[in-house]
DNA sequence: TTTGAAAACGCAATCGATTGCCATGATTTA
DNA sequence: TAAATCATGGCAATCGATTGCGTTTTCAAA
């Protein structure tokens, strides 16, 4: 089967006798056309089943109403949900989304943003890789004057509309809500602390405890402990201590407090009597483990909505100077069984 | 800060002192330039920061590199691990990936693919919605000359490429091995059927129990039981039944599987022992579910790869006859503690 | 030195849609 | 009746990259 031969505007302006500017603009809804001609236009593009050239239109127009998302990870349950917060408001505004993944590559990061400014996106919405420290990518996106929105893992020094998780106050709650379950020997597994995320988790975690004049213990922080694999070794570190922590802030992911919980079934260590466990993000299964896990959720989905209406209104008021903005979403804190020591 | 201006083929030209043609052909690593102003015109792009703008350029070729991947959420696990190895898979060649949900809704579908074909993707990969029983949007993209692509839920009678799961087999292999564990009433939650899936596993099901002479009975089959919360009010229904079943399929998803879990644990109901239960789709949480819950595993990631790599087959033989090729990945049984009876 | 082929590169059209400017004719106002 | 205003819609340039065709240059063979 041929394809059959797009219809263009000169095609309907042929079949009327008239130029392709007056159909432009009828199909623009344009008001220097006479209504007449616009319906019979209109009626015309339908029979014909005309469809815009997009390619055409973007490159005369110069936007293409076309958002480029970059992730570390697609298919990691918080990116996919942004990304679903995304896609939900923009499509009602018309735009679409060109999503890549940098799989924590840093140079598939900078090739992924090149694409996107190739493809003249007018915003790109990025959360950064855990191998980024060079964002000089990032700055040439500003150059170019396309809009830049970073989100969760951002690089702080740059001046651009931000949309983050307040991770500090969120991990503070967390460790808070631990000492006041008893617990004394409070063990915090981290992340990689180039990450702005892990280093506020850790800056609350210090925080709590601070407040609560409890002295911080070197031997009871983990760096690097962000999946259920390092989660579990750093729990069978810990718990062969001399003096092993009574509780467990895994801050990097509920993986990694999945990887605490089964290293303590296996060494029938009672939780949450005798440890205490806490994730973060609040994954689907924490709350189908047993016990469940207590963990921070992150309101994924509003976050992606919070993005995209956060570009629509800097789209809008683009006249007026723009300051970088920063949009701080309040995680919350899920209690569940893991550590309700209390009950 | 005011954009830069972006650098085109003729301010390199101009540099030069030659035509933008010349520029293009070395860009383009045409054998109709000399070597000397082809390493020129690439020094002075890479001086000037030059990007190639893929507006102009796609206009020009007709073609965009891009891949427009509409499914019915972004955020379920078996699509973004979808979508995770389409992008990986496309990335090497140098391809974007445009993505929309149709979150279950026809009419969103279809200006999802009227979106995709305005933007003049090369490709459309699909996944339908539980709405959708008018494909004509579909065939649309056919006339076009747009490469589709049907992915897992799939509009049978479209003679297109498609990629699916051979639901059938994997189901009666799942009922089977109910059966051997010595089940003798397994119920079967199962999916609207208009989707091919859902029906494929259905006949799955009443092949094995044919194959083992064990009489259907109805009243042992609950349509539209795709969620958690319809999985377990069926549940609910099923063992209140005068003569309850001993194990229960949910056919349509883990997440249904999850519901029966929930019911047979607030109803007392010992699992596998009086209750063996069985899901589909191998999601994460069915591993640390206690038991831990039988499955089918589908290869979503693999799935993806499997679907770009056709397409660039496609692309390379098309002056082959195109014969509408179905590719059927065969899913695996995982067999854990909810279906095991005899252990 | 002349001829001829190949190499290198310029010209101009093209891909479709958009839009500033101008021309035409109709309508209105003085 | 003449002048001014307005509604329509055509013309042609534009957005940047690509490419068929044609011209110029180069270099070797005759």
New interface residues.
Partial sequence: ????K?ITIYDIAEKLNITASSVSRALNNSNHVNEATKNLVLKTAAEL?Y??????S??RMGK?K?IGVVVP???Q?FF??V??GI??AT?QKGY??????S?ESHS?EVKCV??L????VDCIVISVSVESDDHTHLE?V?????QLIQFDRVAEELETLKVINDNETASMEAVVHLIQQGYKRIALLEGPQNLNIFKQRKTGYLNALKKFNIPVNDELIIENAWTKELGAAATRKLLSLPDPPDAIFASTSDFSA?GVLDVAHDMDIKVPSQLGILGYSN???TE???PSITTVDQFS?HMGKTIANLYFEEMENKEVAVTPKVISIKPQLIIRSSTLKNK
């Fill in positions: 089967m041929k394809p059959k797009r089943n469809k815009r050239n997009l390619l055409a973007n490159l293409t076309t990870r697609i298919n349950n996919s949900n990304i679903a896609e939900d499509y679409n989304l060109i999503i890549c993944q799989n598939k090149n694409t400014m190739n493809q003249h040439h500003i150059e170019q004057g396309i999945l994954e689907a299964f189908i483990t047993t989905v």
